[in-house]
């Protein structure tokens, strides 16, 4: 198996840009997680899905923030418009259970900066 | 607020080295994994543990679970510079199992 995939691995962008990170989990996993790292939060929860249906979303900064998994092999996080504080490295992790401590498999993160 | 307060924040040692990270908190974990992260990288699974006191070895990385489930520590014997990395913790809470909380991690460079 390839592993989670995420595109792109490097995204730079103006202030106001909207901005689309894109996640295939592993095959046959069920839950799908967004993750934001950064030096000063270290590494924050924003958003999982189980069976493709957002379960919690109470780590999403703001409105500005919205995730979608229409199938089980896709999923997105946009950002619109993207702010200079939401630079941060980006990962999708996905695993097969409903539990936490389910063996979450990470993809190699989307490095975002917003000058 | 950090549930989950990992100390030391740096560690900078050389190779042969035995290094001890603690990983804290006052709430009660059902569970508590390690995960290690390379540069570039996304964290990889190293542990889980479950029960309290419950102790795993993982060649020269000895992980213990806390009695009362709120803390835990890795131990490294005889460091070597593949070791370098960052070390997260991460706990699945007593009363929300759906998530993991992670550690603010622990940043470790061996030099040869």
């Known amino acids: 198996d390839a592993g989670v995939i995420q595109s792109p691995r490097h995204e730079v962008t103006e202030m106001g840009q909207e901005v689309t990170l894109r996640c295939k989990p592993i095959s046959g996993h069920n839950s799908l997680f967004w993750y934001r790292q950064t030096m000063m939060r270290g590494l924050e929860l924003l958003i999982y899905f189980n069976n493709n249906v957002p379960i919690d979303d109470s780590g999403m900064p703001e409105d500005r923030f919205s995730a979608k998994m229409p199938n089980a092999s896709f999923s997105t996080l946009k950002i619109q418009p993207s702010e200079p504080r939401d630079s941060a490295v980006y990962f999708c992790?996905?695993?097969?259970?409903?539990?936490?401590?389910?063996?979450?498999?990470f993809g190699p993160g989307t490095r975002l900066t917003v000058l | 607020t950090q549930l989950l307060e990992q100390s030391p924040q740096f560690l900078s040692i050389q190779e042969g080295e035995n290094l001890t990270v603690y990983c804290n908190s006052s709430s009660v974990f059902s569970s508590l994994q390690w995960y290690r992260q390379e540069p570039g990288e996304g964290p990889v699974l190293l542990v889980t543990v479950v029960t309290g006191g419950e102790v795993k070895k993982l060649k020269r990385l000895t992980f213990q679970f806390g009695d009362a489930r709120k803390d835990s520590s890795l131990h490294i014997t005889a460091a070597q510079p593949g070791d370098t990395g960052l070390y997260l913790c991460?706990?699945?809470?007593?009363?929300?199992?759906?998530?993991?909380?992670f550690g603010t991690g622990t940043r470790l460079q061996v030099f040869p």
């Open positions: 992790a996905s695993s097969f259970g409903g539990r936490a401590r389910d063996e979450q498999f």
């Open positions: 991460a706990g699945e809470l007593s009363y929300n199992t759906d998530k993991l909380i």
